[in-house]
């Protein structure tokens, strides 16, 4: 596969975000479907535990497709771009502190309205515990960086050079959805005890607060990595207090209100550059 001329893009019947699509459903979906193989082989082998290396091939399998694909279009100067969007400095540090901060009021108010509906009382995880449930998590949960890649970093660029941000965000986090409709058929997953709608409406609104953030921070890829980190964190959390259909409620208000607020509105001409011209 020879790589495209540096700032250029080729041309191309299919869509690039289709082909991404595509081969990001076919490649993780192959791995879970082998893993489920082998499961059925040698039943103490566990391959979707986080113990399997196939596992974290599943999961990062969508960054890679992200990867590969936009050094196929966008050649060496598209892949420098990807990798500088990683670069922290690349937007405002209040941005790192807004986003726990909203994810751990979301959180809250979940807890708060199952527990006002189970009539028991609040249980709130003592927050001196938050930074190492991070650190593990970093460590064992492969989904920000094995997927953000390319949901964010290869999808959400291009489809926003289509579609409005709203839209964009939408089919983007449906799709996103769709991607994952296998572990709610796998017992041993987290998504086979969680309802899939309200799941959709979650991951629905991931998008939006995404997208509303690759706008506001020049494209920074690393945001999009901690909403998806903060999220399953905090749905872990609601899981285990049996909030999570609450949690992912809250989600879905909260992206709402970014959206009437204009979190989403059209972008300002630096903005629009950053839409077009995918920025480095």
Known sequence: MKAAEP??????????????????????WSIGGFALLVGSWFPGAQPLSTSSPLYYLAAYSVSLVGFRLTAHYDGAEGVRRLSHRLVPSRSSLSWYLIIPVAYAAITALALSAAARRDGSSLAIPPTSLAPWGLAAAILKDPGPVGEELGWRGFALPRLLERLPPLAASIRLGLVHAAWHLPLFFIPNMPQAHVSLPWFAVGVVAIAVFDTALYLRSDSNLLLAI????LANVCGGVALDSRALNDFFATEGAAAALVVAAGGLRAPTKRQALVVRGRPG
Do not use: I, K
């Open 7 to 28: 700032g250029t893009q080729r041309r191309s019947s299919v869509p690039p975000v289709r082909v991404f699509f595509v081969l990001a459903f076919v490649l993780t």
């Open 226 to 229: 901690l909403v998806h980190l």
